[in-house]
């Protein structure tokens, strides 16, 4: 399913997002703090209405659609994704079946959402009582759980372990489904999306390939980083090393 942002306007805050992730694509959105990812992201999932633009999932404007539909074909995992009372793990993730009311496969599809992020062992855990990476891909496995056909991403790495974190996003890439992520790591930005598009002040000011993107040009126009581009030995995809941070506020 396509998802389509379209001239999305929040005032002070987004001046005209314009991207387009196709069908089956890992879109990955980086920028400086306060460039305003989040924000272009909750008007995805429905947290914020934007002043203006309109946000297409399938062609249609999810204005148009019932919250309840958008939540059948559309997942994310946000910063604002808190759980505020000691539920199960098992709890948490079987929530993301939720907008699809209550059907016999459920269990399963819990148990597998869990082990796919490496988290069946915790299914019977307080989800309170679980370090900040499992709480992480827990609310990872609930999002799969809920069987979308877009996943919205608010950095999916925080909290992860080097190790998770790599699991973590070649499981998204694997799963064929729409991607839309916010990644701060652009070296894992660069591995694991097949775009990539850099806000800077409310703006995209450029989309494409990692390589087209990730030059140094940008990273010192918008990041104000000095950085060599070199391809890594095994996958050929450009890696970044920083030598030089410019004085930043
Ligand atoms: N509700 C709000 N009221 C006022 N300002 C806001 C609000 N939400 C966001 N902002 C501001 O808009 C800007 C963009 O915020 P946003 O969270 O989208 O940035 P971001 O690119 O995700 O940043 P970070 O990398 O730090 O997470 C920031 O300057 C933020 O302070």
Do not use: W
């Amino acid at each position: 399913m396509d998802l389509e942002l379209r001239a999305l306007a929040v005032d002070g805050i987004l001046r005209g997002v314009d991207l387009t992730a196709g069908r089956g694509e890992v879109h990955g959105i980086v920028g400086p703090n306060g460039s305003g990812k989040s924000t272009t992201l909750r008007c995805v999932y429905r947290a914020l209405v934007p002043h203006g633009g309109v946000v297409r999932l399938g062609g249609r404007d999810i204005t148009s659609l019932k919250v309840r539909d958008t939540a059948r074909d559309l997942a994310a995992l946000t910063q604002d994704s808190h759980v505020e009372f000691d539920f199960t793990v098992t709890e948490v993730v079987a929530m993301g079946r939720l907008p699809h009311g209550a059907g016999p496969g459920d269990d399963a599809v819990v148990r597998d959402a869990l082990s796919r992020v490496g988290a069946a062992h915790l299914a019977h855990r307080g989800f309170l009582t679980l370090s900040g990476g499992e709480r992480q891909r827990v609310l990872i496995a609930r999002a799969l759980a809920q069987q979308p056909k877009v996943l919205v991403l608010d950095e999916p790495t925080n909290h992860l372990d080097i190790s998770h974190q790599l699991a973590v996003l070649a499981l998204v890439r694997g799963l064929g489904v729409t991607v839309l992520a916010v990644l701060h790591d652009l070296n894992l930005a660069a591995a694991h999306c097949d775009r990539l598009h850099v806000l800077d002040r409310g703006r995209v000011v450029r989309s494409g390939g990692p390589a087209d993107v990730l030059t140094p040009e940008v990273l010192a126009e918008v990041f104000r980083v000095r950085a060599h581009v070199v391809a890594h030995p095994t996958s050929g995809v450009p890696q970044l090393l920083f030598d030089h941070l410019e004085a930043t506020p």
